[in-house]
């Protein structure tokens, strides 16, 4: 049988719809297989912040965080051109409360310390005590948003999309890839990727230790305000993304704040608790009193796809043709650019413009 098209992607969270644009872009015919709908995992319930100057983020991702950063304003540019859509992409930047003097060095160099006057003008309502405040240079946006925006990119580039089928397996002839699996059929292609997040380490042939970390968040809706410059209307209670060690913040355009997040070894378990949500929302209080005032709108979990050493894994397997671009942990959203870039490279058989060993799937040994 022929190969039914050039690559075939596994998953259709952000990571495997930004690869499939990306190697669409380069002429590759491109099938993503989606074992539910797009961009409804760990891609929707994210946060959204693009926290490239969080210190504790692995030395070692640093690199590929500041380029995807730099790489976003481009990025939004193009799917808000193919996809008609203007997304709710924030530069204000964060407002981070450390915890004490055990905090990991800030390399970001435009990082500032701000005096409590500064803080008083940043954020009038925030409550943060005797703790240090650094602001960061960083930018935030609506994932949710954007899974819109991208999954009309990729029907505007002819990206095939097949939803509600599970791949079982990943085909191999010999030592080459030769195509997946699902429930009720097969696809044939020369190359494959395996995108499926937490998932990802149930296929075999070349099985990869990854996890599910539980992440439960909440949303609340808070007047709007305006800013007399015309710039973005944000909630009033809170201008900028707020990050400290028990809690974070993130406004919306339209009113409405995100606070998150847990971090739970609960295998697959997606349910909410309502005593988990009631701490977090005191949480953001303590904060931030003024939100009390605001109404919660909704409260869910994610599962962020995650690794033994907290790194991603990018690049072939020993299986020629099999290639694995999962294991963004907490960094997903903001990776996605930089690692569609750099994957489409890699399997067009380039060598990638940044470093990318330290993430090679072979540093793990095979589960099967």
């Known amino acids: 049988m022929k190969p039914s098209t050039d690559v075939i992607v596994i ?207 909440l949303a609340m809706a808070a007047p709007i305000g305006h800013h007399a410059d015309g710039s973005p209307a944000v909630p009033c209670f809170i201008r900028h993304v707020v990050r400290a060690p028990e809690v974070y913040l993130v406004p919306r355009s339209d009113g409405r704040i995100i606070i998150g997040s847990t971090l739970e070894e609960a295998g697959f378990d997606k349910r909410v608790e309502a005593t988990t949500i009631q701490r977090l929302h005191a949480a953001a209080i303590a904060l931030v009193p003024q939100i009390a005032e605001a109404r919660i709108l909704e409260s869910w979990a994610g599962l962020r796809p995650t690794t033994p050493d907290l790194l991603p894994i990018l690049g072939q397997t020993m ?3 099999y290639f694995i671009a999962a294991g963004h942990y907490r960094d997903g959203i903001l990776l996605a650019p930089i690692t569609a870039y750099l994957m489409a490279q890699v399997v067009r058989g380039l060598q990638p413009e940044l470093d990318i060993s330290a993430f090679t799937p072979s540093r793990f040994s095979v589960l099967d």
């Open 11 to 217: 998953g259709g969270g952000l990571i495997g719809l930004s690869l499939g644009l990306a190697l669409r872009q380069q002429g590759a015919t491109v099938l993503i297989v989606e074992r539910g709908e797009p961009g409804h995992e760990a891609s929707y319930a994210a946060a959204g912040m693009l926290a490239h100057c969080d210190p504790h983020m692995p030395v070692l991702l640093q690199p590929l965080a500041t380029a995807s950063a730099k790489a976003y304003p481009e990025f939004i540019r193009e799917i808000e051109g193919e996809s008609g859509e203007h997304l709710d992409y924030r530069l204000g930047g964060t407002a981070l409360l450390l915890a004490g003097p055990t905090e990991p060095e800030i390399l970001c160099p435009e990082a500032k310390t701000l005096t409590p006057d500064e803080v008083a003008v940043l954020e009038p309502g925030l409550r943060c005590g005797s703790r240090r405040v650094v602001y960061l240079p960083e930018a935030a946006l609506d994932p949710r948003q954007l899974i819109t925006a991208v999954l009309a990119a990729v029907k505007h580039r002819g990206v095939d999309l097949r939803t509600g089928t599970s791949v079982t397996e990943v085909l191999v002839t010999g030592e080459c890839v030769a195509g997946v699996r699902t429930e009720h059929t097969q696809y044939l292609a020369p190359i494959v990727v395996n995108c499926a997040g937490a998932w990802a380490g149930q296929l075999s042939p070349r099985r990869v230790p990854m996890r599910p970390v539980k992440g439960q968040m």
């Open 319 to 321: 299986i020629k043709g």
